[in-house]
């Protein structure tokens, strides 16, 4: 694995062009130690949902299926859980500590996922149709509101002055989280939209989320604002990568391994980073994209494009250069992560795990 230089002149190590080195078994087992502390939390919180609500979630996380039988679907990566106890572990504190932000985190996770799919139409998730096509628009809208307001019981009742500025900082999250859908939304309307604009729309859609999971566990471990703060910034450099690495699968992702139908993000027409860097690039892939586009945007009968269509666009968007762009932005997202990681003191194992994690977010295949 190739270096880069901290900013005390210590060598961090970061992804080199190509497949870093991650160690799978020891990412797979922080993911396993999130699931496993904060699963009972989190069914517990869903159990205080009024009737049908319990169910309509229960059903969303994996938990039964459709006819509400008990099952194991796959209910996400649990990239959050994972963060939020290392968090806790960076302060020196107990993981369990950070439990209650892992859950609250993730329930705010899964409140905007529940929207999102509603809003964008999309019909598959992790493999499995989701909540709004099996149990109506009414009660995805319903059941993501009220995994929002548990996120803020759960903190809040803990009552203590770290639960206190722990909810604070999910709630400027949510409310970034918020604005980034509402930009997700508006770009897609438009012809063109700015690289800053697009990395600006997924800090505040990925990126603000993923830093308050990685810095609310050490807020409820005692740590002070600048530990915390610096922690945020490594969890919203590494949200860029995340959405960079997502940007990617939505467009040439295996449907096997993603749950979504292939040319997915093509299909809704999203304005994501390989669209705008192919487009800003200039030349004749790029003219031709833009034309594509414009005449996209405009029409009323965008379920009849072919599978060969979304594949020509596709072809265009890498052919401009915006998928080798969008690789490589992952890449530098993930170094200035780990700059910030390297501005806190903590031990060596939990920074050598963050660090493992970093590396699993920008070579995921789902």
């Known amino acids: 694995m190739s270096v880069i230089t901290g900013t005390r002149g210590e060598t961090v190590p970061t992804v080199p062009p190509g497949t870093p080195a991650v160690d799978t078994a020891d990412v797979n087992a922080l993911l396993e130690r999130g699931r496993t502390l904060s699963t009972p939390v989190m069914r517990a919180a869903v159990g205080r949902l009024a009737p049908p609500m319990d169910t309509v979630a229960a059903y969303h996380f994996g938990w039964i299926d459709a006819q509400g039988n008990p099952t194991d679907a796959d209910s996400g990566k649990a990239v959050r859980p994972a963060l939020a106890l290392l968090s806790a572990e960076a302060a020196g504190a107990a993981p369990e500590v950070g439990v209650p932000g892992a859950v609250a985190v993730e329930l705010v996770h899964n409140f905007s996922l529940l929207h999102d799919d509603l809003m964008d139409g999309d019909e598959q998730r992790r493999h499995r149709d989701t909540v709004w ?46 604005d980034g859908q509402a930009q997700d939304i508006s770009y897609e309307h438009r012809e063109r939209v700015t690289v800053e604009e697009c990395l600006e729309m997924e800090g505040n859609k990925t990126g603000a989320l993923l830093a308050c999971a990685v810095s609310i566990g050490a807020v409820l471990g005692g740590a002070d604002d600048r530990t915390a703060d610096k922690l945020e910034e490594y969890g919203y450099h590494l949200g860029l990568a995340f959405q960079a690495v997502d940007d990617l699968l939505g467009i ?14 093509l299909r809704q027409r999203k304005k994501s980073l390989p669209v705008v860097a192919a487009l800003a690039a200039g030349g004749e892939a790029s003219e031709r994209l833009g034309l594509l586009l414009a005449e996209d945007a405009k029409s009323t009968d965008f379920d009849s494009f072919t599978e060969e269509d979304f594949a020509y666009r596709a072809a265009l968007i890498e052919e401009a250069g915006g998928r080798e762009w969008t690789a490589e932005e992952a890449r530098r997202q993930h170094g200035k992560a780990l700059r910030a990681l390297h501005e806190v003191d903590m031990p060596a194992r939990v920074r050598d795990q963050l660090i493992a994690l970093a590396d699993f977010v920008v070579v995921r295949k789902k």
Not at 141 to 157: K, P, S
Not at 252 to 265: E, F, M
């Open 252 to 265: 040439w992702g295996d449907p096997d391994a993603t749950g979504k139908q292939t040319w997915s993000d």
């Open 133 to 178: 096509k099996v149990h109506g628009p009414a009660q995805a809208i319903l059941v993501g509101d009220a995994l929002f307001a548990l996120a803020n019981e759960l903190l809040l009742e803990l009552g203590t002055v770290e639960a206190g500025r722990a909810t604070r900082r999910l709630t400027t999250a949510s409310r970034k989280l918020i």
